[in-house]
């Protein structure tokens, strides 16, 4: 079966630094993968994803992700964190021939002054 | 568009009583799905629908919970009897019914069992 693994429950960054949130996923086939963000009390809301074609995707509010086959991983960056991305983030594949999402985790993000 | 609209957005209620929850699919959709989302669990998928079809209840913690679409833009979930561990915030997502397409969240209902 399809798994997404996220590495850390927790990032701490500050204000201005890099943010880096890490997903890799287990397929011999690679999926369609997602990023979504969860703010407080609030339902999830796409962020980027990956379907095929260039494996650097941009997404909202200056985020990007990288697909590296190679490493089945599809990690989530943003160059200069601001307060307003604290929020909880979900790395998630759709296998494909299904409309199933399997999602991470999540990894919950802090952002200092 | 309003977006997935689910009601209620808070359920307080107690151990043994009938909850039904609802979503409103955004109109065009044809894929509607259930979550769970808790500390412990994580989100989980329940149960999704396509073309108003279950397609995979897998996720279905157990009997007493049931998932209806009785027309191509409602949906309900209702837990019968509740008990103190159903307490989660549960989402219901819509979208087109390709794997690539996204899944748009309503705001969740909060249900606490007593």
Redesign the interface.
Request: hydrophobic content about 35%.
């Given at each position: 079966a399809q798994s997404v693994t996220q590495l850390g429950s927790h990032v701490s960054v500050s204000e201005g630094a890099l943010v880096l949130l890490r997903c890799n996923y287990s397929s011999s086939v690679p999926p369609?993968l997602?990023w979504?963000v969860q703010y407080p009390?609030?339902?999830?809301?796409?962020l980027l994803?990956y379907?095929t074609g260039a494996t650097l995707v941009k997404g909202i509010n200056g985020f990007e992700a990288e697909f590296k086959k190679s490493e089945t991983s599809f990690h989530l960056t943003k160059p200069s964190a601001h307060m307003s991305d604290a929020a909880e983030y979900?790395c998630a594949v759709?296998?494909?021939?299904?409309?199933?999402?399997?999602?991470g985790?999540?990894t919950r993000l802090q952002v200092f002054p | 568009d309003a977006g997935v609209i689910q009601s209620p957005r808070h359920e307080v209620t107690e151990m043994g009583q009938e909850v039904t929850l609802r979503c409103k699919l955004i109109s065009g959709h044809n894929s509607l799905f259930w979550y769970r989302q808790t500390m412990m669990r994580g989100l989980e998928l329940l149960i999704y629908f396509n073309n108003n079809v279950p397609i995979d209840d897998s996720g279905m913690p157990e009997d007493r919970f049931s998932a209806k679409m009785p027309n191509a833009s409602f949906s309900t979930l209702k837990i019968q009897p509740s008990e103190p561990r159903d307490s989660a915030v549960y989402f219901c997502a819509s979208s087109l019914s390709r794997s690539t397409d996204t899944q748009y969240f309503g705001p969740g209902t909060r249900l606490t069992v007593l």
């Open positions: 369609y997602f979504y009390n609030q339902g999830l809301q796409l994803k379907t979900f759709s296998p494909l021939n299904t409309d199933k999402l399997i999602f985790t999540g | -």
